[in-house]
Nanobody, 122 residues
Framework: VQLQASGGGFVQAGGSLRLSCAAS????????MAWLRQAPGKEREFVAT????????LYADSVKGRFTISRDNAKNTVYLQMNNLKPEDTAVYHC????????????????WGQGTQVTVSS
């Protein structure tokens, strides 16, 4: 499956952004999806994941209550709504796919898309 993320940008602290990830190539609804991020000089970090049908979600503690992952299987797209952004949210955000949902925070995914930059100023 091919993944293309978009929606990143520059925003002030407290602002919002919505990231989108469009999938193609295989049946999108078969895959669990996730968002991960990587800041300069830091390791890749799990952000959120959602099961293939959308019933199950899991978040990193650092974004819980501020970020919402969702998906539209009819549009082959997964979203990440990011509210109350903080400077520490600055990173390149990647969407990723896995053949099955895991109810734990993993950075290991089978399919990856190119990232979209999110920059939050203080």
């Amino acid at each position: 499956v091919q993944l293309q993320a978009s929606g990143g940008g520059f925003v002030q602290a407290g602002g919002s952004l919505r990231l989108s990830c469009a999938a193609s190539g295989r049946t999108f609804s078969n895959y669990a999806m996730a968002w991960l991020r990587q800041a300069p000089g830091k390791e890749r970090e799990f952000v959120a994941t959602i099961s293939s049908g959308g019933a199950n979600t899991l978040y990193a503690d650092s974004v819980k209550g501020r970020f919402t992952i969702s998906r539209d299987n009819a549009k082959n797209t997964v979203y990440l709504q990011m509210n109350n952004l903080k400077p520490e949210d600055t990173a390149v955000y990647h969407c990723a796919a896995q053949d099955y949902y895991r109810n734990y925070r993993s950075t290991q995914y089978k399919y990856w898309g190119q990232g979209t930059q999110v920059t939050v100023s203080s």
